[in-house]
Every structure is written in C-alpha cells, then in structure tokens.
C-alpha cells in the first residue's frame, strides 16, 4: 500500500478567526468576518465590504510601518524580502507547526517540502516599479522582486526554515492552493516526500481586491450581513480577502510514530480543465464535474459515500449556476444528496488562498464533528433545486469530504477528506 498523507497540523489567519478554536467557532456559529472597506480613499466606488484581516495593518510597502499581534514572532530581517501575506503565512505556519508538534529544526533534512500558492503582491510590485519609473532606473528597491512577485511565499519561507526537500510555488488563479495541496498529496504517497507544508495566502490590499472589479465579480452589496451569499437568487459577485492557512501533511506511518494528532486523512484528489473560458465556469460545470468524477475514482468510492461537499461557490451569478449543475451530475442523479454549503459566505473569497483555506476548514470540521451550514441563503436559486443547503450548522460529523476550487482558465481541483480510521 503506498502512503497515506494525513494533516496533523493547521495554521489560521482569517477573517473569521486567526487560531483553531476561533475559526471552529465562527464556522458553527455562521459568524462572517465583513466589514465595511472604502477602497483607495474613494467613496465613490460600489464596492464598500471586505473580508478584513483583523490585528494586522500595512499602510505603507515599508516595512517598517507594519504591524501584527505581538502573540506572532516576525523576525525583522525576514520582513525586508515579505508582501503582506507573507506576513500572514508565517504566522499561520508557526500555528500549524505548533499543533503538528514540530520544530523548525525538524523541517531541514530533505524529508520535508514545502509547496505554496499565492498571486504575488500588486501592493508590492506596484510600489517597486512606480519606484524604478519615478527614477528612470536609478533607484530601486533590492527585495522589490522577490517581496512582489508570485513565488515570494516558496522563496522566503524555504528559506527561513531551511527546507531542503521539495519546493515550489503554484499558479492557477482560485484553483492555486489546491493545486499544491494536490501534488502534496502526491509527493507523500509516491515516497518522494515524508512531509509536507502547504501554505496558501493573499494580501487584504485595495490592489488585490479592487482589481477585480472591472471584470465585475465583486458584489456591490453594501451590507457586510448580506453581500456574501452563495447560492442564493439575490447574489450578484463575491466580497474579497486576504490571509493565510497553512497545512501540515504527513506520511500517516510517521505521524503515528511521532504520535502526532491525526486530524483528517487526504485520501484522493482529481483535476480537470474547462476548455472554454478565460475567466467564465463552464455553463453546465463540465469541467468541475469531471474533477468530482476523477477525485472519487482516486480514492475509490462512490458519490453516495460522501456526506458533505464544501463548494467554491463564490457568490456570483454565473459560477453558483455551473457548480451547482455540476452537483447535480455528480450527485443527484445518481441518488446521492451530500450537505453543501459554501464557507466563502462567511470568509469571503480569498482567490488563490482559498482551496487549503476550505480544505483546512473541512479537516476542522471532521475532527470536531460538525457541517457548516450555509450562511446568510434566504432564497435559494432554483437551480438548487434538490441539494442539501443546510441554513444551520449541523452537529454531525460528516465522514467522508470533498472539497472543490475552480479558478481562471477553467482550473478544476478536488480534494476528498475522511475522519481517521
């Protein structure tokens, strides 16, 4: 039998909570972490809520004016080459490692990766060009690149915990962290690996949010209560936010010889692609359902074994509609009616953070035994017509899990979670 990748550790800087035990209790008690955001100053602009990242402010790319909860070590040095949401991994991480029951000297003898997501950090890069430009190239700050570009995560953090197994960075837009969350899976149970650290993050920044808004994605909703609301007729976009989530996962057989606390097992994972949009789902969820398909084939077991799926669903029209299709294909026709909700109603969508977020989310809730319900669904779209949307969180633990992302370009990925045998 090849390895089995097991979590054993999870690391949260969210908009609803920034530990475990808050985290688990804003998903049962369906407490959303919204407020109301004015983008650059402007009061202008339709879009007024965020998920914001409470305790944590970057007013400026220096760091030397940044600030985080003293309950966090940052060291300074290791600051002059982060974005913000560099700042927000490395606090996850030093959570995840803390509860996995690993110290850093432990990362460095080849046997652990490190495998990350993130898009970078348009407040950074923004700041280092705008500096060469106003300069003509004379002046220019020497971590501008790597505190900016896409692989800053994998850059500083093997370097600060001195990982010398495998590293890398992915980039598929929303699909991102699950795709490294994937391949992770992959590392352990092919015996390339023994460990992995999965960390997702994106900065909260006027850049990274408001870029989107002329693709119009975003909710013009002004209330924090309501602008956030997968699957209901009345959506109209999805709320931004940044922050981290980190994993640790590891070959089974070597966290019970540590005695390390089994959260969840990772027992398969399949991908898919549309092939029809840049940025638009395919109309009738090809490409997710397929994903779906491929994830139970991996882990060999079949639709009705699963007991609650924690969608993408980001609150926009046409993206609710193809998963919600892609749901049925897999699901209701065969006879199956998991629990689906989508936890982005109360966090928001944090673009590539979001798959190891919901991922780490689905491990919480199968180690404490509840299903998050679907917060803030008043009037379901029609086109959910037969799927569980549960309006509460439910104190039953949901066995089997599956978690979808879906990002640009048609990037599907599923993850299948169990409760430890």
């Excluded at 790319?61 to 080459?81: A, C, H």
């Amino acid at each position: 039998m090849p390895p089995l990748p097991v979590i054993t550790g999870l690391g949260f800087i969210t908009s609803i909570g920034q530990d475990r035990a808050t985290v688990g209790r804003s998903l049962r008690e369906l407490q959303h972490g919204f407020e109301r955001v004015e983008f650059f100053g402007n009061p202008n602009l339709p879009v007024k809520v965020a998920g914001t990242i409470k305790g944590f402010d970057f007013p400026t790319p220096s760091w030397r004016d940044w600030r985080w909860p003293d309950r966090f070590t940052v060291d300074r040095e290791l600051l002059r080459g982060l974005a913000p949401h560099g700042v927000y991994a490395l606090c996850a991480l030093q959570q995840a490692l803390t509860e996995a029951g690993l110290e850093p000297g432990e990362l460095g003898d080849g046997t652990t990766g490190l495998f990350c997501a993130s898009a970078g950090s348009p407040f950074m890069l923004g700041s280092f060009l705008g500096q060469m430009r106003e300069t003509r190239g004379e002046r220019g700050n020497p971590m501008g690149v790597v505190s900016s570009i896409a692989g800053t995560l994998n850059f500083n953090l093997a370097t600060h915990y001195r990982i010398t197994g495998a590293v890398c960075g992915f980039v598929s837009a929303c699909a991102s962290s699950s795709h490294a969350l994937g391949y992770a899976m992959d590392e352990i149970r092919l015996g390339r690996q023994q460990r992995m650290l999965v960390v997702g993050a994106e900065d909260m920044t006027d850049e990274s949010i408001m870029a989107f808004s002329s693709l119009r994605a975003l909710s013009n909703n002004p209330d924090p209560a309501t602008a956030s609301r997968p699957f209901d007729r009345r959506r109209d976009g999805f709320v931004g936010t940044g922050g981290a989530v980190a994993l640790i996962v590891e070959d089974a057989a070597l966290a019970r010889r540590r005695g390390a606390h089994i959260i969840a097992e990772l027992i398969g994972w399949g991908q898919a692609g549309d092939g029809h949009s840049v940025t638009a789902s395919h109309p009738e969820g090809a490409g997710l359902r397929e994903a779906m398909r491929r994830s139970l084939a991996d882990a060999r077991v079949n639709a009705r074994d699963v007991g609650y799926v924690n969608a993408h669903a980001t609150s926009t029209v046409a993206g609710d509609r193809s998963e919600a299709l892609a749901l049925h294909a897999t699901f209701t026709s065969q006879g199956a009616r998991p629990r689906v909700s989508s936890t982005k109603a109360l966090t928001g969508h944090g673009l590539s953070l979001a798959g190891v977020m919901e991922a780490a989310f689905c491990a919480l809730a199968i180690d404490e035994g509840f299903i998050p319900g679907a917060a803030h669904l008043e009037e379901p779209d029609p086109v959910c017509t037969g799927l569980d949307l549960p309006r509460t969180s439910l104190a039953e633990a949901p066995g089997l899990v599956l978690n979808n992302s879906s990002g640009f370009g048609g990037s599907n990925v599923c993850h299948l979670l169990r409760r430890p045998a």
